[in-house]
């Protein structure tokens, strides 16, 4: 099974801050990422697509970026509802894999 | 708008087996595949399986097979997640959601399932 790596596993930031979230595979995945954001109690929620496509109606400061094995998500002016856990997950090979979650605490 | 509703949360004893259903709207089982993702508690989303409903193929995560089995009923447009001799570390939220060119865009609610003695 492809293995995902995510660094940080958390990281306190202050509204309005950058904040880089890193997805590695552990073998080459192409463009074959995605990106979801969790809140407690909830579902996840599509972000990105195909490694850097928005998904419709998720706001502009969210982008992704990355081929073959490191990928990263990127918040660009972090916003109160922002805070959440965000994950990658890889679909280049079944069984489809998830990173473990970044958890983007307030500061 | 698709939505995909799931059924009502389970307590289920050690060995015993539950049945989750998924219900879609619309013409969701014509354009989608349906998978099923868990989360344990305070844990990642682990992918389980899932089954194109027009084609009524199924594929599963060998960790799952022997024990799990997924289902689409496409005359009420709802997918089942049938797991088997369940076990302590079964207990999670289980997740059911649209796949669609390689990505999950639509997610249920999720039903949490309790295995407990």
């Known amino acids: 099974d492809i293995q995902m790596t995510q660094s940080p596993s958390s990281v306190s930031a202050s509204v309005g801050d950058r904040v880089t979230i890193t997805c590695r595979a552990s073998?080459?995945?192409?463009?074959?990422l995605t990106w979801y954001q969790q809140k407690p109690g909830k579902a996840p929620v599509l972000l990105i697509f195909a490694a850097s496509n928005l998904q419709s109606g998720v706001p502009s400061r969210f982008s992704g970026s990355g081929s073959g094995t490191d990928f990263t998500l990127t918040i660009s002016s972090l916003q109160p509802e922002d805070f959440a856990t965000y994950f990658c997950?890889?679909?280049?090979?079944?069984?489809?894999?998830f990173g473990q979650g970044t958890k983007v605490e307030i500061k | 708008q698709v939505q995909l509703v799931q059924s009502g949360a389970e307590v289920k004893k050690p060995g015993s087996s539950v049945k989750v259903s998924c219900e879609t709207s619309?013409?969701?089982?014509?354009?989608?595949?349906i998978g099923w993702v868990r989360q344990a508690p305070g844990q990642g989303l682990e992918w389980m399986g899932g089954?194109?409903?027009?084609?009524?193929?199924?594929k599963y995560a060998q960790k799952f097979r022997g024990r799990l089995t997924i289902t689409a009923a496409e005359s009420t447009g709802t997918a089942y997640m049938e797991l088997s001799s369940l076990r302590l570390d079964d207990t999670a939220v289980y997740y059911c959601?649209?796949?669609?060119?390689?990505?999950?865009?639509?997610w249920g609610q999720g039903t949490r399932v309790t295995v407990s003695s």
């Open positions: 089954v194109i409903p027009f084609l009524d193929s199924a």
């Open positions: 619309g013409d969701t089982f014509h354009k989608y595949s």
């Open positions: 959601a649209t796949f669609y060119s390689n990505y999950f865009n639509y």
């Open positions: 073998q080459d995945i192409s463009r074959w």
């Open positions: 997950q890889q679909s280049d090979t079944s069984p489809w894999t």
